[in-house]
């Protein structure tokens, strides 16, 4: 896997291109107990995993450049400087697992594989930064990481050292084993990282395994361990119905999340899917969308030399990398007056400046036609093999519940589940969770369901109107788009997003005050 961090960029002002215009976002904010510097969102929110089938063995020596070794990573460093990726602000290439020897102990003699790392993991890392990119890298508070390799329980002190002699500038740390383990893990992970000699930011896991109800998890201690950012619950997976679960988990949870995220420690929703070939034009704008509403890391999860130039335009569009790395440093969330049930949404994100970024969602576009029912979103079930699952997964209300009794439903198998799912227009998946693993989703174009027939409108495409008095903006606001970079106007109470697509969001910057140009006020991102 590949990460690409975005630094903390200024906004936008009047008179200015994107190019230069941006922070060396290397400042830093202290969290009391630990002596290492905690990173800001810039280096909180990273930028792409590369998805797919890329295989760790097989095909070395016939496509050393795909496959997961030195070459690959090092065609991805090229292609960040070459494609524009890191001017724009995408500042580090990530290596995640199954990089070490396999048949290596964990411990001092700890390796990469020779085979596939032939140069060593320090020659790699200079090889990014010569370029310009930080060097990110992955290990596991277990004995194995999640694909079986050696990893760091145990062995934080010796592991962190090492990293640090290597040139890692971001460490993810997964989980993979025994949940009991990681409060103290995770907890000497950051000190020996701290006590390293290098800046080295800390990426933890922790969180995805402890359960799906963020306000219960202990999020200060997370902080105090010294994460600088979390993944907070389900792995992405490259389909809608895995994106929008996510973001409904978001807004569930967001009034619990807002308070806790800040510079120095954030929620991590999971990499981009953008520019896998895996969403619509207009689901990839979605994800971008609210991932910079909710201030999450940016970490592209695609494969930089085969991404599609509509694709790379969004990703590299300053006017959404500014909204994500604003200097506030205030996370957004889904407005109280909507709930994951609802058909359309309205998400919003405080910003510098007294500016408002908002998203006007089209979750589920003419959902009158269809039965939404009054079962409660998230929900959980048992089934009789023990697994769990959340019937939502990005749909309308909780299809299990829609089909089957209370009763029948801790008989039914993972089966009947997915039966069910397809069977149901409104599924787009679910998300399932097995003992203390963490959740992982099941999409509904990987059950090989078919496409539902939409009753009703046979276009999906809907108005939504934003009230300015619900983002506590009165009088005249400035409506910027984002994706078109152009003011749409100066509006009284209201603004009105015409024909937005099903999974579509209008992404919107609004200002207080607008100012004609010539005159340098950053209100307004051009």
Not at 16 to 34: C, D, E, K, M, T
Not at 206 to 222: L, R
Not at 234 to 249: L, P, Q
Request: glycine share 12%.
């Amino acid at each position: 896997l590949a990460s690409i961090a975005a630094p903390l960029v200024q906004p936008w002002r009047r008179g200015h291109s994107s190019h230069g215009a941006r922070r060396s976002g290397r400042g830093r904010v202290l969290v009391p107990r630990h002596g290492r510097s905690q990173q800001p969102l810039a280096d909180a929110a990273d930028g792409v995993d590369v998805m797919g089938g890329l295989p760790v063995q097989h095909r070395l020596q016939q496509d050393a450049g795909s496959c997961i070794s030195e070459w690959l990573y090092r065609n991805q460093t090229d292609e960040l400087l070459k494609g524009g990726y890191l001017f724009a602000g995408y500042r580090g290439i990530h290596i995640d697992d199954c990089w070490m020897k396999k048949d290596n102990a964990s411990g001092e003699a700890w390796q990469a594989d020779p085979d596939r790392f032939p140069s060593g993991m320090k020659a790699l890392g200079d090889y990014m930064h010569t370029r310009g990119a930080t060097f990110g890298l992955y290990t596991a508070e277990s004995p194995l990481t999640c694909a079986g390799y050696p990893a760091s329980l145990g062995w934080e002190r010796q592991h962190a050292t090492r990293f640090a002699e290597w040139g890692v500038d971001y460490m993810k740390v997964d989980g993979c084993g025994d949940v009991k383990y990681y409060e103290e893990g995770y907890k000497a992970m950051g000190a020996a990282l701290e006590a390293s000699g290098r800046d080295i930011e800390y990426s933890c896991s922790w969180p995805a395994y402890i359960g799906e109800n963020e306000s219960v998890k202990p999020f200060t201690e997370f902080i105090m361990s010294g994460c600088n950012s979390w993944r907070n619950w389900a792995d992405i997976e490259c389909t809608w119905g895995s994106v929008s679960s996510i973001i409904d988990h978001w807004g569930d949870y967001g009034a619990v999340l807002a308070p806790l995220a800040g510079p120095g420690h954030w929620h991590d929703m999971d990499m981009l899917v953008v520019g896998a070939n895996c969403l619509t034009l207009e689901e990839e704008k979605t994800q971008l969308a609210m991932w910079s509403i909710s201030a999450s890391p940016l970490i592209m999860g695609n494969d930089l030399r085969k991404v599609p130039e509509s694709s790379r335009e969004l990703l590299l569009n300053g006017n959404m990398i500014a909204v994500n790395q604003d200097s506030l440093g205030q996370m957004g969330m889904r407005l109280a007056n909507f709930t994951s049930k609802s058909p359309q949404q309205i998400w919003a994100r405080n910003l510098g400046y007294g500016d408002v970024a908002v998203a006007l969602y089209n979750k589920l576009g003419h959902a009158g036609a269809f039965e939404l029912g009054d079962a409660p979103c998230p929900s959980w079930h048992t089934l009789r093999d023990g697994r769990r699952i959340e019937a939502c997964g990005g749909g309308g209300g909780d299809f299990v519940l829609r089909r089957f009794s209370k009763e029948a439903i801790p008989a039914m198998s993972l089966t009947q589940v997915r039966e069910a799912c397809c069977d149901d227009a409104l599924c787009e998946g679910f998300v399932v969770r097995v003992g203390g693993g963490r959740p992982s989703h099941e999409g509904r174009a990987a059950l090989g369901c078919p496409r539902p027939e939409r009753k009703g409108a046979a276009d999906d495409a809907v108005d939504i109107e934003v009230r300015f008095a619900d983002l506590n903006m009165f009088g005249k606001v400035a409506v910027f788009d984002i994706w078109a970079g152009k003011v749409l106007g100066v509006f009284n109470d209201t603004f009105t997003a015409r024909a937005v697509p099903l999974h579509g969001a209008a992404f919107l910057r609004l200002s207080r005050s607008w100012s004609p140009p010539g005159d340098e006020s950053p209100a307004i991102v051009v």
